[in-house]
């Protein structure tokens, strides 16, 4: 079963005046101005629920309602494990290429559809959410009951998390990054952020770290010019783990917005990626794995402690350097 998507956008009155088309491109980049057209001409875009023209000039409070279910979404692996499975809760090993929820291109292609037409979740209550690109460990709660728990021990701090990566260098054998978490100005891509250490400063400075980010890093192996890195986040900040690793001049293998060159991601939004860029890369995805947590059973209050090996893609990239690294002078 395709779940129905239907976009609806009330038109702010700072966009009055803009043409349909000029509308949609801008607000919902992922078609261009030719795939914009060609979707309003199909009848899949209507304003104020009636058929309208490209060419349309939109009033301020125009309903403008986007049916997307009609266009054909990115290729994803839709087949995300169960690790553990009761009336309380879910826990998936999500793979590497699978949005949680819903966004841009993507609607029934997503871990959000999944558990409604396969696990018959009719709201998933999301408890850890992943990158699309992170693989790993992904904890849906059944009912309220069990995610305000859950919620509770994730915010305080109670669970322990453990990811698994691959990352750009030599790392050291052990390292505490401690700091803050803010948006990247310097950068051209708008939602990328960065990690700024903290290390040595004041009280009142940590006072004005409205995102304190506290990351654990142990070297687990090296291969040739890369290593695995085992990361223990002590806080839950979006691309915490990814940030830190380039701040600390260790990129994680494949990251395309925090990885060897932010401008990869830009040309990866446009589908102009070269062949360069993918050997840089070295993967297609990022190499970052959410392998184990450990957390309290919401309603028995017992010690879980749940597991997902590393996916095929990240072995066999440490499996051919090092062969690369054995085979050279």
Same mark, same amino acid.
């Given at each position: 079963m395709?779940l129905?998507?239907?976009v609806?956008?009330?038109?702010?009155?700072?966009?009055?005046?803009?043409?349909?088309?000029?509308?949609l491109v801008?607000?919902?980049?992922? =078609?261009?101005?030719?795939?914009?057209?060609?979707?309003?001409v199909a009848?899949q875009?209507?304003?104020?629920?009636?058929?309208?023209?490209p060419?349309?000039?939109?009033a301020?409070?125009?309903?403008?309602?986007?049916f997307a279910?009609?266009?054909?979404?990115?290729?994803?692996?839709?087949?995300?494990?169960?690790?553990?499975?009761?009336?309380?809760?879910?826990?998936? *090993?999500?793979?590497?290429?699978?949005?949680?929820?819903?966004?841009g291109?993507?609607?029934?292609?997503?871990?959000?559809?999944?558990?409604?037409?396969?696990?018959?979740l009719?709201?998933?209550?999301?408890?850890?959410r992943?990158?699309?690109?992170?693989?790993g460990?992904v904890?849906?709660a059944?009912?309220?009951?069990?995610?305000? *728990?859950?919620?509770?021990?994730f915010?305080?701090?109670?669970?322990?998390k453990r990811y698994?990566?691959l990352?750009?260098?030599h790392?050291?054998?052990?390292?505490?990054?401690?700091?803050?978490?803010?948006?990247?100005t310097?950068?051209?891509v708008r939602?990328?952020?960065?990690?700024?250490?903290?290390?040595?400063?004041?009280?009142?400075? =940590?006072?004005?770290?409205?995102e304190r980010?506290?990351?654990?890093?142990?070297?687990?192996?090296?291969?040739?010019?890369?290593?695995?890195?085992?990361?223990?986040?002590?806080?839950?900040?979006?691309h915490?783990?990814?940030?830190?690793?380039?701040?600390?001049g260790?990129?994680?293998?494949?990251?395309?917005?925090?990885?060897?060159?932010? @401008?990869?991601?830009l040309?990866?939004?446009?589908?102009?990626?070269?062949?360069a860029?993918?050997a840089?890369?070295?993967?297609?995805?990022q190499a970052l794995?959410?392998?184990?947590?450990r957390?309290r059973?919401?309603?028995?209050?017992?010690?879980?402690?749940?597991?997902?090996?590393?996916? @095929? *893609?990240?072995?066999?990239?440490v499996?051919?350097?090092?062969?690369?690294?054995?085979s050279t002078p």
């Open positions: 395709t129905r998507r239907e609806r956008y009330q038109i702010p009155q700072d966009r009055e005046g803009a043409t349909l088309l000029e509308f801008l607000r919902f980049p992922y =078609f261009d101005r030719e795939g914009w057209t060609a979707a309003i009848g875009v209507r304003v104020n629920e009636a058929p309208a023209e060419a349309r000039v939109l301020y409070r125009d309903v403008v309602e986007y279910s009609e266009h054909p979404e990115p290729a994803v692996i839709l087949d995300a494990r169960v690790v553990f499975d009761d009336a309380d809760l879910l826990v998936l *090993d999500k793979p590497g290429n699978l949005p949680c929820h819903p966004g291109r993507h609607f029934n292609h997503t871990l959000w559809a999944l558990l409604k037409e396969r696990h018959g009719e709201s998933p209550i999301f408890i850890n992943l990158d699309r690109e992170t693989s460990l904890v849906v059944r009912h309220e009951r069990a995610a305000k *728990d859950l919620r509770a021990q915010a305080g701090r109670e669970v322990e698994f990566a990352v750009e260098g790392f050291p054998a052990e390292a505490h990054a401690v700091g803050c978490m803010e948006e990247d310097a950068s051209p939602k990328k952020r960065r990690f700024r250490s903290l290390a040595g400063a004041s009280p009142a400075e =940590f006072g004005r770290a409205s980010a506290d990351t654990r890093f142990r070297l687990l192996a090296v291969h040739g010019p890369v290593s695995a890195v085992e990361a223990r986040p002590l806080t839950g900040r979006q915490q783990i990814r940030a830190t690793f380039e701040a600390l260790h990129p994680v293998v494949g990251d395309k917005l925090y990885g060897v060159d932010a @401008t990869i991601f040309r990866f939004c446009e589908g102009a990626m070269t062949d860029d993918r840089r890369l070295r993967l297609d995805r794995h959410a392998t184990s947590l957390f059973h919401p309603r028995t209050r017992q010690p879980l402690t749940l597991d997902a090996p590393l996916p @095929t *893609d990240i072995t066999d990239l499996r051919r350097l090092d062969l690369i690294a054995a």
